[in-house]
């Protein structure tokens, strides 16, 4: 009974250590929160205990085996946290969250106590330095537009400029009578109101249409 209490005691470090995690994923209002992170954390380290101390001294038995499937486990629950959505993959960073919070709980569960607890601190502090507002760590955000325009001459170059772009993503040309009439795709970094695009359309009589291409 007292070895047992024992093990216990790893199951609630794991708690406090996955709440820990997950209270600073749920203010950044992420997909995975308190809930996850911590069920995430005790489970690995009651696996993790049950591995360990839960088969006896068997010489076929191998603790390594049973813990290793912890890692393949949370694997999938990370693969239904990631999205693909409007050109962007969503949950990437909360799902290597919760592969990282696994390995906390194993560490836990294995009583590597001061192991468990830094690398909890350590999980913690690199969320938030990367989620400072300091341009080195920020990513650059692209919005892409799609643009209709009617091509006389150089109007290709003139819509570049005027969204500060290099170079269209995709462009395609079609050819209406004695007109040329284009479709061109490109990627800002700058935001733009939709006001703004219509002041661009009302200067640039050559410009047909503006919208995200991310809209449905």
Not at 53 to 62: K, N, R
Not at 77 to 102: D, M, N, P, S
Not at 124 to 151: D, G, S
């Amino acid at each position: 009974m007292l070895e047992e209490l024992k093990y216990l005691i790893s199951i609630l470090i794991a708690v406090v250590l996955g709440f820990a995690i997950g209270f600073e994923r749920k203010l950044r209002f992420k997909e995975a929160g308190i809930r996850t992170h911590t069920i995430v954390c005790v489970g690995s380290a009651l696996i993790m205990v049950v591995s360990k101390y839960g088969f006896g001294d068997s010489p076929d038995y191998d603790a390594s085996r049973v813990a290793a499937q912890i890692v393949s486990g949370i694997g999938f629950l990370g693969a239904g946290i990631i999205v693909y959505r409007k050109h962007e993959i969503r949950g990437l960073t909360t799902a290597a969250g919760v592969w990282a919070t696994a390995g906390v709980g194993m560490a836990a569960g294995a009583e590597l106590y001061i192991v468990a607890a830094g690398a909890a601190v350590i999980i913690i502090a690199v969320q938030c330095l990367l989620h400072a507002k300091c341009k080195l760590f920020q990513t650059k955000k692209y919005t892409q537009i799609k643009i209709r325009f009617q091509k006389y001459g150089d109007e290709d170059e003139k819509v570049k400029e005027l969204f500060q772009a290099d170079a269209f993503c995709r462009m395609t040309m079609e050819r209406k009578g004695d007109k040329i009439v284009c479709t061109a795709n490109l990627n800002i970094d700058k935001e733009i109101s939709r006001q703004r695009l219509n002041e661009i359309m009302s200067e640039n009589p050559f410009i047909h249409s503006i919208e995200f291409s991310g809209e449905d």
